[in-house]
């Protein structure tokens, strides 16, 4: 089975870092690009962050450059969203995704990925 366990998010005050995890089973997640994306209240789901399969290429939104880093655990088979100087903007819930074919670049969009996490809730709020 293919499965992607999310946790990480809650309630942080602007200007502070969160980290969001994203657990992977039943495949290796090194072989695969992956993505982490928002979705804000009435707003459609967009890239917040991919990054292609063995690291070799990421991308980040420009809203979040400098300010977000994604990157993978390999022995844990574990992908992570550092979100640092949050503001009351990247409030929403994210999703972590997944590749479902494995070697290619990672996509800023979400029909390239074909396995999703359940989502975590992210609020900024003072």
């Known amino acids: 089975q293919v499965q992607l366990v999310e946790s990480g998010g809650g309630v942080v005050q602007p200007g502070r870092s969160l980290t969001l995890s994203c657990v992977a089973s039943?495949?290796?997640?090194?072989?695969?690009?992956i993505g982490w994306f928002h979705q804000a209240p009435g707003k459609e789901r967009e890239v917040v962050s991919c990054?292609?399969?063995?690291?070799?290429?990421?991308y980040y939104g420009d809203s979040v450059k400098g300010r977000f880093t994604i990157s993978r655990d390999n022995a844990k088979n574990t992908m992570y969203l550092q979100m640092n100087s949050l503001r009351p903007e990247d409030t929403g819930v994210y999703y972590c995704?997944?590749?479902?074919?494995?070697?290619?670049?990672?996509?800023?969009?979400?029909?390239?990925?074909?396995?999703w996490g359940q989502g975590t809730q992210v609020t900024v709020s003072s």
């Open positions: 039943g495949f290796t997640l090194d072989y695969h690009a």
């Open positions: 995704a997944v590749d479902g074919l494995p070697g290619r670049l990672c996509a800023t969009s979400a029909d390239r990925y074909s396995y």
């Open positions: 990054m292609s399969s063995s690291d070799s290429s990421t």
